[in-house]
T-cell receptor, first 114, second 114 residues
């Protein structure tokens, strides 16, 4: 079954404590990305990757890091989380970039920073 | 920053009514997608439109891409409670520097009452 798997699904953490949200896809997709979803703002792209070792900033990259050492994995790193990073995060993958290609989303990770 | 305006943000209707959701921009899209998202899950692709004036039907859902490829609409006929959810439009802008990058609208929360 085609899947994008994120972990953890739910996390409450404190300001400044580093955390990593993992993302893994089993479809051999080149393109992976991270979004955050906030009420009234839709999904905003944080970072994306077009292939192994190739990453680039999306619309809201501040406070986040990513890495793409393997094709299947694309972890999102918050080095020093702050309350304004409380949000619902989605990892997504597709065969190529979004135009005309089906994008598969993970189930989301609810992050609360207190 | 390119904007994708989606309206209305909230829609509450009775079963059997028709409704239309709009997605507008001042920029031209190379393609546009519509997603549906249910609580606790990631967005799921409904349709992709790529040609100006294109109309696609998915059972009771009709998707239209504007002639100038700057706008799109989703029309639901005889809405049912099972149509309840968050509907998102997302577009890839023509001539963008970020290959395949999707920009999402704010979303429309649809509630269909029995």
């Amino acid at each position: 079954e085609a899947q994008v798997t994120q972990n953890p699904r739910y996390l409450i953490t404190v300001t400044g404590k580093k955390l990593t949200v993992t993302c893994s896809q089993n479809m051999n997709h080149e393109y992976m990305s991270w979004y955050r979803q906030d009420p009234g703002l839709g999904l905003r792209q944080i970072y994306y990757s077009m292939n192994v070792e190739v990453t680039d900033k999306g619309d809201v990259p501040e406070g986040y890091k990513v890495s793409r050492k393997e094709k299947r994995n694309f972890p999102l790193i918050l080095e020093s989380p702050s309350p304004n990073q409380t949000s619902l995060y989605f990892c997504a993958s597709s065969l190529l970039g979004g135009s005309g290609n089906t994008i598969y989303f993970g189930e989301g990770s609810w992050l609360t920073v207190v | 920053t390119q904007l994708l305006e989606q309206s209305p943000q909230f829609l509450s209707i009775q079963e059997g009514e028709n409704l239309t959701v709009y997605c507008n921009s001042s920029s031209v899209f190379s393609s546009l997608q519509w997603y549906r998202q249910e609580p606790g899950e990631g967005p799921v692709l409904l349709v992709t439109v790529v040609t100006g004036g294109e109309v696609k039907k998915l059972k009771r859902l009709t998707f239209q891409f504007g002639d100038a490829r700057k706008d799109s609409s989703l029309h639901i006929t005889a809405a049912q409670p099972g149509d309840t959810g968050l509907y998102l439009c997302a577009g890839v802008y023509a001539g963008g520097t970020s290959y395949g990058k999707l920009t999402f609208g704010q979303g429309t929360i649809l509630t269909v009452h029995p």
